[in-house]
């Protein structure tokens, strides 16, 4: 069965600290895997979406890049956090088809002082 | 812009009783997924609606698709306290491709025994 892992599962970084907050899926291939952030009490903001290798879509203008090393390997990243990069980040991956739903990790909660 | 609509967006009841979310979306669209997230977790698929008229039902909870008012209802039935979580609408809007669904911003629904 597929399998989604994330980590850090939380996070304390100071303003202007790099991040990098990896995600790796098992059990598939060539899944399309996304970067979700949701703020305290809100929904879901998609940040970025792949779907291959090397393969970045980004939706929202901002300070965080992503990057797909290997096929299930999805990687968030800052050079420099914002008080406002604070929130509960998702990682998902759905198979290559519009049927599937798209599969959650447990998220990384990421505050920033 | 797809816009993702839900309401209640706050919902408290009584064990036992009915009630029905409301998902309203501003495009085309002929899949809906929802979602539910209990308190700092991740998400949960629950149901995939892939046509119009589309109904699922998983316990005590049932799914709906319309797509020509752009709507989709999730009723609960005789509702129970394990069924307290904040539940979550998305949309994949048609010939969208790969790229992530848009999120309505989650009902909370509390019951109370």
């Known amino acids: 069965s597929q399998t989604i892992h994330q980590w850090p599962a939380t996070l304390v970084q100071p303003v202007g600290s790099p991040l990098s907050l990896e995600c790796t899926v098992e059990?598939?291939?060539?899944?399309?895997l996304y970067w979700y952030r949701q703020a305290a009490g809100r929904g879901l903001q998609l940040l970025f979406y792949s779907v291959g290798i090397g393969q970045i879509s980004s939706e929202v203008p901002q300070n965080l890049s992503a990057s797909r090393p290997q096929d299930r390997q999805f990687i968030l990243s800052s050079k420099k956090l914002l008080l406002s990069d604070s929130g509960f980040y998702l990682c998902a991956w759905s198979a290559d088809s519009r049927n599937q739903p798209q599969h959650f990790g447990d998220g990384t909660r990421l505050s920033i002082l | 812009e797809l816009k993702v609509e839900q309401n209640p967006l706050f919902l408290s009841m009584q064990e036992g009783k009915n009630y029905t979310i409301y998902c309203n979306y501003s495009t085309t669209s002929d899949r809906l997924y929802w979602y539910r997230q209990d308190p700092g977790k991740s998400l949960e698929s629950l149901f995939v609606l892939l046509s119009n008229g589309a109904v699922k039902q998983e316990g005590r909870l049932m799914a709906s698709l319309d797509t020509k008012a752009r709507l989709s209802t999730l009723h609960i039935t005789a509702a129970v306290h394990d069924l307290s979580a904040t539940y979550f609408c998305a949309v994949d809007p048609l010939g969208g491709g790969a790229d992530g669904l848009t999120f309505g911003k989650g009902t909370h629904l509390i019951i109370q025994p």
């Open positions: 059990g598939t291939s060539n899944p399309n």
